[in-house]
């Protein structure tokens, strides 16, 4: 069995019991299925290679920010996936997970320096450029270093695609990406320097695209501006056609993949350039739970609360974007429902999972599972109220790994230091 399953009325990761999970690892916990993460990178890759000519297909980078665990890198790795990264950290973490630069693809917006360096230096594809500032500034570096950088522009399409105003990126208004008049106007830029090489565009509109049908509309948009490029000289050889797929956290419509494939195979193909593509939650999203335990149960006589020992430090996304996570009990589903409000033992009242969820009654010490945390979860967490991170745990099949061990309470003041002068 893959994913989390029900097994003698216990929630399983692939295999695996939660309950033998938190007894070996406690809570809160985050739990991975590598086999979901394997399934969706061949269903992917799958649909890409039914649609589009054997070498032609699409060179497919894993946007880490989703999930950064190395372990999960590494797994991603040996499937044969790309990797996007947005970071010097980053960069430093897909090396180590056994990436080579061929493999590695910089979008940042705003690269500083040493990230610049050290993306020339692991000679890595190529870097996403989104200012004429940025530019210069990696012409710059890569004359000090004597390398010439290949790098791409992002197009903004001014294309709405839905989904939470705080992860649109493909608006007008949005700081993301450059007009169509100013890539041609970058271009010309790039053609007068000598340590950049302009290879070709990039776009993304939007991370949990609800308007899937956007992204037709978004690929007209490259490909008229390949066109308009093309007709003034310029040679555009790459095509990075983003990410943002979205996943089901309660009934969002999926995408079709092979209707995608087929935009893909329709509209970009024909441009006779590499193709790129950069997904991150679709890879994970579905893969991972935040495991945790129910304090208490706290009635106020005007709400019943779980209080669970997972915060809004462990799992911000439903305080920062109202997201929506699907929560669960591990054991005891027969018993009657009951109508709670899941919150953590953070001291903000945003420290809140879910309202009015109807759930078997849950009772003290219950185990509670919050679905869909894989992508953008741990990578988000912080130590707000001086909490340690939660560990990760990898299960595959029979098998479970301890991917980041628990931060102890020397971690979290590692660095930290009493001024003299105070003492
Ligand atoms: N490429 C670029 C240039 C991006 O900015 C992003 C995400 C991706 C690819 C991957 O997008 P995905 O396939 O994962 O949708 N923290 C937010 C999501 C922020 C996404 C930022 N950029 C959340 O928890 O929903």
């Not at 947005?86 to 180590?96: A, C, D, I, P, Q």
């Not at 070709?200 to 939007?206: A, F, K, P, Q, T």
């Not at 001291?347 to 849950?362: H, K, N, Q, W, Y």
């Amino acid at each position: 069995m893959t994913g989390f399953t029900l097994k003698n009325g216990i929630l399983h990761a692939d295999n695996v019991s939660l309950i033998d999970i938190a007894r070996e690892y406690g809570t809160p916990s985050y739990v991975y299925s590598a086999s979901v993460i394997r399934g969706q990178y061949n269903a992917l890759k799958d649909a890409m290679a039914k649609a589009l000519p054997a070498d032609r297909q699409p060179l497919l980078c894993y946007a880490c920010k989703a999930n950064t665990n190395i372990a999960i890198l590494k797994l991603l790795q040996t499937l044969g996936s790309g990797l996007e990264i947005v970071s010097e950290g980053e960069l430093r973490k897909g090396l180590t997970a056994g990436f080579t630069g061929e493999q590695i693809i910089s979008t940042s917006i705003g690269k500083v320096g040493p990230e610049i360096k050290a993306c020339l230096e692991a000679e890595i594809h190529q870097l996403n450029i989104e200012s004429v500032p940025e530019l210069y500034h990696v012409n710059d570096v890569a004359g000090e270093m004597g390398k010439k950088a290949k790098v791409v522009f992002r197009l903004n399409p001014n294309v709405h695609a839905g989904g939470h105003h705080k992860i649109s990126t493909g608006r007008k208004r949005d700081k993301f990406g450059l007009s169509a008049r100013r890539i041609m106007e970058i271009y010309k830029i790039a053609d007068d320097l000598d340590h950049v090489e302009p290879v070709g565009l990039s776009m993304h509109i939007g991370s949990q695209v609800s308007k899937v049908e956007a992204f037709k509309p978004a690929f007209e948009i490259l490909s008229s501006m390949v066109q308009e490029l093309r007709a003034e000289g310029h040679s555009v050889d790459r095509l990075d056609i983003g990410g943002g797929f979205p996943i089901r956290y309660q009934d969002e419509k999926l995408m079709d993949l092979t209707e995608y494939a087929n935009w893909v195979r329709d509209i970009v193909l024909p441009l006779d350039t590499e193709i790129q593509m950069e997904p991150g939650r679709y890879m994970v999203g579905n893969s991972g739970v935040l495991l945790s335990e129910n304090i208490y149960t706290k009635q106020t006589g005007e709400r019943d609360f779980l209080v669970l020992d997972a915060g809004m430090n462990d799992l911000i996304r439903p305080t920062l974007y109202e997201a929506y996570h699907n929560i669960t009990p591990v054991t005891h589903f027969d018993r009657p429902q009951h109508d709670y409000d899941v919150v953590g033992p953070i001291c903000e009242s945003g420290d809140t999972f879910g309202e009015s969820r109807t759930l078997p009654e849950v009772h003290d010490g219950d185990l509670i599972a919050i679905h869909s945390a894989g992508a953008y979860g741990f990578s988000m967490a912080s130590n707000y109220n001086s909490r340690p991170l939660p560990p990760e745990i990898m299960v595959d099949g029979d098998k479970v790994s301890i991917i980041r061990q628990r931060q102890g309470f020397s971690d979290i003041m590692k660095g930290e230091n009493i001024p003299d002068w105070l003492k």
